[in-house]
């Protein structure tokens, strides 16, 4: 007999309709539990009824607290950086698990009260790359000491596509609502970095804005105040550097690389897809990585959308169980830790100095 759905609800309807909705019916077939998705909201009340008559989801609206009352098992919060911790937070007055977006909140102030609210829930951030069979395995033989003492590493995600050169201006041009690559593409480097290595000590950054005017959707030219493009240089509590660049800037050099050298051995990883390991002593080779259930999504948003039903698979399974924990899976702790390294990277660009992180 197959498991009961779980009764989930979406708050957020751009994200959440290309990508996260595609990807749990992705899940089901490979975790056994169905997301039974019982409301959508949206800011655009038409928008979110039109996505509900496409997955056949039963309730629309543009009042997200209307769905809290819906008795959901999992909230999935897929907004604006700005709204994630008052939807969090209400969410957490229901005995629902949570999926929060990342990057967390606009600042570690709210994402202490969140931790706080959250404590004992299974409450988790949608870093699903921590799900890539490729990096899982190289965090395997990381902790099982393939590298040695790290000695340093490099991650680099530069995405975009031509028509992000003129996109028009919405709230991820908007600093105050939480946008910019930093957090769109950093906190994923930077959880991963943290995941694999450990804390952060002190952050260097520069963060840029490329283009310093956007036109809105009604013509009027407003300024961008979030980053474009983003360097940061981490120095571990390991002792280990890193060095992180993020952009969406990028349209005809699309690149994903880590890479981590150590005393014994060196790992990288290129485009999410192939590992590459060497000892010191040894040549090169490519890594074996179980990627057999990796599913192929309807529409082709690159690597993460790949990973994704991996991970919600997951998700709902540990809901349906009653699980309060999943092993792996990015935490709100996680998220509270990546908050205080983009903190600290903001305040480097802004001073022009290195800046202790107390991650």
């Known amino acids: ?30 975790g056994g539990v169905a997301a039974e998705v019982v409301g959508i909201a949206g800011a655009d009340g ?36 700005h709204l994630h911790a008052p939807m969090v937070l209400a969410a957490l007055e229901t005995d629902a698990a949570i999926l929060c977006e990342k990057p967390f909140a606009l600042d570690t102030g709210e994402g ?43 991650a680099a995600m530069l995405h975009g596509n031509p028509a992000r050169i003129a996109a028009p201006w919405s709230w991820w041009y908007d600093a105050q609502r939480g946008g910019g690559a930093l957090g769109a593409l950093g906190s994923h480097a930077i959880d991963g970095i943290v995941h694999d290595l450990g804390g952060v000590e002190s952050v260097r950054a520069r963060l840029s804005t490329l283009v310093h005017q956007r036109a809105d959707g009604e013509g009027r030219m407003r300024p961008v105040t979030a980053d474009e493009h983003a360097a940061l240089w981490l120095s571990l509590e390991s002792g280990c550097e ?66 994704l039903p991996l991970y919600l698979a997951d998700v709902v399974a540990a809901v349906r169980a009653g699980a309060s924990e ?20 903001r305040q480097s660009s802004r001073d022009a100095t290195w800046v202790p992180c107390n991650a």
């Open 1 to 30: 007999m197959s498991p009961a759905p779980v009764r989930t609800v979406v708050l957020g309807n751009s994200f959440a309709a290309k990508v996260q909705l595609p990807a749990l019916a992705h899940a089901e077939s490979l």
């Open 46 to 81: 038409d928008k979110a009824r039109a996505t509900a008559r496409e997955f056949g989801i039963p309730q629309a609206t543009a009042d997200w607290r209307e769905l809290l009352a819906l008795e959901p098992e999992l909230v999935i919060v897929s907004t604006p950086v």
């Open 112 to 154: 202490r009260v969140m931790c706080e609210r959250a404590e004992g829930r299974l409450a988790l951030l949608d870093h699903q790359m921590r799900w890539s069979p490729a990096r899982r395995k190289l965090h395997d033989l990381v902790l099982d000491g393939f590298l040695g003492e790290p000695w340093h590493a490099r």
């Open 242 to 307: 890193v060095q992180v660049e993020v952009g969406v800037m990028a349209p005809h050099a699309r690149m994903s690389t880590l890479e981590y050298v150590g005393s014994e051995g060196t790992l990288r990883l290129e485009d999410e897809l192939r590992l590459i390991a060497a000892r010191h002593d040894g040549e090169p080779y490519a890594v074996e990585v179980d990627s057999a259930h990796v599913p192929t999504p309807a529409v082709d948003h690159g690597p993460f959308a790949l990973v």
């Open 326 to 345: 999943l092993e792996g899976a990015a935490r709100f702790e996680d998220g509270l830790a990546t908050l205080r390294v983009m903190e600290a990277a």
